[in-house]
């Protein structure tokens, strides 16, 4: 008797724990969500209008005065070589060489229309996303395959639906996911089963919660999670900016020069 006991004593514990640890993943999930589809991109979007044509601008002045470095080592080379300079060869030569960076340049002018185009989005109010959350957490409980592992196919296709409404930040099509998961009754009491279950949902839960955790640590120490604490300073800003104007005209000032040796060279080769 003693020992039923202790058993059922272990086993409700069990039970307990593996509820609660249930609760917890999902609240981790839904802080990854969050930080991933609203957090993330709020803070990027709104470093890119502020600094975003800055650094657009330092990223073309390093890349075409490496593009004339780069001319002034083929036009070295040729005339060591006693070999006819071809101008427009070297050109066709230098954009295919750096073809990546010339892409990379494209993608940061389309970032900033796409930061543009971001903030001209409506926003939702502190209420508005605390309740879209809070219901999240709710439906990630009842849905989400990572902590119901029998889920069936419905339930499956039910969260996929999920994921999307929440990114689109669509409280309503949640709302009535909600209702036709309380109208089919799915997923809404406690985990229960017997003792060899319960101790491989513990395993399951526990998995899942050091994924999330070690992805939330990941995304809070990201260089553009770091950038909100510049968005804050405005003295911080400022110097970020000063900082890259700097650059730029150093680099202009060293263009220059190397303008100047170019076109030196090419005297020499008339």
Not at 116 to 136: A, G, H, M, P, R
Not at 175 to 183: G, Y
Request: charged letters at 35%.
């Amino acid at each position: 008797m003693a020992l039923d006991m202790y058993l059922d004593s272990r086993y409700m514990q069990l039970i307990i724990q593996v509820n609660n640890l249930k609760k917890e993943v999902a609240k981790k999930i839904v802080e990854k969500e969050w930080l991933s589809n609203y957090v993330i991109p709020e803070i990027k979007y709104s470093y890119i209008l502020k600094l975003g044509v800055n650094e657009s601008e330092l990223f073309l002045a390093e890349l075409n005065i490496d593009k004339l470095r780069r001319k002034i080592s083929i036009y070295d080379e040729q005339l060591k070589h006693n070999n006819e300079i071809l101008e427009n060869e070297i050109d066709k030569l230098i954009d295919k060489e750096f073809k990546n960076k010339n892409n990379e340049y494209i993608l940061l002018k389309k970032e900033i229309e796409s930061a543009i185009e971001y903030t001209q989005k409506d926003k939702q109010s502190n209420e508005y996303i605390d309740k879209l959350n809070l219901l999240y957490t709710d439906l990630i409980i009842r849905l989400c395959p990572l902590i119901n592992i029998n889920n069936s196919i419905l339930e499956n296709q039910l969260y996929d639906i999920l994921k999307n409404s929440y990114k689109d930040c669509n409280l309503n099509i949640m709302v009535r996911l909600k209702a036709l998961c309380e109208q089919n009754h799915i997923n809404q009491g406690l985990e229960i089963g017997d003792y060899e279950y319960m101790i491989k949902l513990k395993n399951v839960y526990e998995n899942v919660l050091e994924e999330n955790k070690s992805t939330i640590l990941k995304i809070r120490t990201s260089e553009t999670f770091s950038n909100k604490t510049i968005l804050k300073s405005e003295i911080l800003l400022r110097r970020k900016k000063d900082d890259i104007n700097e650059k730029i005209n150093e680099i202009e000032v060293e263009y220059s020069k190397l303008l100047k040796k170019l076109d030196k060279i090419k005297r020499k080769n008339k």
